[in-house]
């Protein structure tokens, strides 16, 4: 069965420090990559998506992730953190080729960054 | 204005319940979902509807039950409540399904707690 792992639940930063969220997906055919964020008391919005081309994406408030196919993986990075990047990662996976759009979620990665 | 809306945000009720939650969306989407989060944060797939025809539906059991009366509306009602019922259930929508990259709308979440 399809399924999202992401490697750190819980990644505790202090500001301006680079992150590195991992996220693998374990599906070998043609995939959609997403990755969702929730900030404190709101509700779930996209990051950023990969569904085709350039494989390096580029997405709101300077996070950026990269899709290596070989690797299954597709990881978020951002190169200085704020304290305003507190919240829930969520990376997420669906078949390309699937007509009804089942998408799979990860476990979330619970990011806490320090003034 | 809310995009996706959700009610109740929360929810207490005791085992043997019967509930509902209700969901609008103002976007003009024609694809809506329901996802189940679970303590441990995994966001789970329950239920899709494109154009008010169930198109997802995932091994739930058949105490849960969505109804669609129209493209804007996603209803889920769930019988005989148990405590593994326990969660916070969202509600999503998307303009193209995710298998097409679609982005996901999601409501603000209603948390249900079964006693």
């Known amino acids: 069965a399809q399924s999202v792992s992401q490697h750190n639940h819980h990644v505790i930063l202090s500001e301006a420090a680079s992150l590195e969220l991992g996220c693998n997906y374990s599906?070998?055919?043609?995939?959609?990559l997403f990755w969702y964020v929730q900030y404190p008391g709101q509700h779930l919005q996209l990051l950023l998506k990969y569904f085709s081309g350039d494989p390096l994406v580029k997405g709101i408030k300077g996070f950026e992730a990269e899709f290596i196919k070989s690797k299954f993986s597709f990881n978020l990075r951002k190169p200085s953190v704020q304290w305003s990047d507190t919240a829930e990662y969520f990376c997420?996976?669906?078949?390309?080729?699937?007509?009804?759009?089942?998408?799979?979620f990860g476990q979330g990665t619970t990011l806490q960054v320090k003034p | 204005d809310t995009a996706v809306s959700q009610t109740p945000k929360y929810l207490v009720t005791q085992m043997g319940n019967d509930k509902s939650i209700k969901c609008e969306q103002n976007?003009?989407?024609?694809?809506m979902y329901w996802y189940k989060q679970d303590s441990k944060k995994f966001l789970k797939i329950m239920f899709s509807?494109?154009?008010?025809?169930?198109?997802i539906n995932e091994t739930v059991p058949n105490r849960f039950s969505p109804k669609s009366p129209d493209k804007a509306h996603l209803n889920l009602h769930i019988n005989s409540l148990e405590l593994g019922d326990s969660a916070v259930y969202f509600c999503a929508s998307s303009q193209v399904p995710t298998s097409r990259a679609g982005e996901l709308f999601f409501g603000e979440g209603s948390r249900l707690t079964v006693l």
């Open positions: 509807y494109n154009n008010k025809e169930l198109i």
């Open positions: 997420a996976v669906n078949h390309g080729s699937s007509n009804t759009g089942k998408l799979i």
């Open positions: 599906y070998g055919g043609t995939v959609n």
């Open positions: 976007l003009g989407h024609d694809t």
